[in-house]
């Protein structure tokens, strides 16, 4: 069955396993988020869930999503979120979905938006290696020459100088390490993509990836 929650990283961390091995977490404040919708292939041409969390102030609500909000007899949050399911019968609208769906030791992929790094060079962006750094040379950290003598144009998917980061980033098969009730936080193992404070997706891990 397809899980997920959105979440809000809180930072890492570090916890001891019971053998006294030292592991590296993530904190997510994960949910409790509300089933906004439920889409089927009769009515929307796809089986999914429309997932939403995060308060929000009645106030930046539009009326379309306060109506939105309204069918499900839910109150209005700040992000919305799909899920593809396999059976949208068995989803209710106006249902919550918490961190009891998950359990310790259960794989599960967490997608983010990554940090934006602004405008970058090779060297940082792509790992280029720099220029000879003597007196005479002027090509220190430079891209080097732009496209082939022959075609005299620059070929698609060249690696060049632009902007880093701030990209929808999906790490697979983290394994979750707790899961706090009381607080609504799943410890995950490493480091997930974005922000303090961003917005994360956590999904149980596709087989056979």
């Known amino acids: 069955m397809a899980k997920m929650i959105l979440g809000k ?3 890492m961390t570090q916890v001891f396993s019971p053998e006294g091995k030292l592991i590296p977490v993530t904190a997510i404040e994960a949910g409790p988020c509300v089933i906004a919708q439920v889409k089927s292939e009769a009515t929307d041409g796809y ?9 929000v102030k009645n106030k930046n609500v539009t009326n379309a999503m306060k109506g939105h909000f309204a069918k499900a ?3 209005p949050v700040r992000f919305l979120r799909e899920m593809r399911v396999d059976s949208p019968d068995t989803y209710q609208m106006g249902q919550n979905i918490d961190v ?3 359990e310790t030791g259960e794989k599960v992929d967490v997608v983010g938006i990554s940090k934006g790094k602004g405008f970058a060079g090779t060297i940082k962006r792509w790992n280029f290696s720099r220029g000879p750094m003597a007196h005479g040379s002027k090509n220190h950290r430079r891209p080097a ?3 082939a003598k022959g075609p005299a ?18 790490i697979q098969n983290l394994e979750i390490i ?3 009730l009381e607080k609504n936080l799943l410890l995950i193992k490493g480091a997930v993509p974005g922000p303090k404070k961003g917005l994360v997706m956590v999904k149980n891990a596709v087989k056979g990836v």
Not at 47 to 55: D, E, K, P, S, T
Not at 153 to 170: A, L, Y
């Open 9 to 11: 990283k809180v930072g």
């Open 47 to 55: 089986n999914a869930i429309q997932i939403g969390f995060g308060a």
């Open 73 to 75: 007899d839910a109150a």
């Open 100 to 102: 009891s769906a998950f």
């Open 145 to 147: 020459s732009a496209g």
């Open 153 to 170: 144009r620059t070929f698609k998917g060249k690696k060049s100088p632009g902007h880093m980061g701030g990209e929808r980033v999906t």
């Open 178 to 180: 707790k899961v706090d």
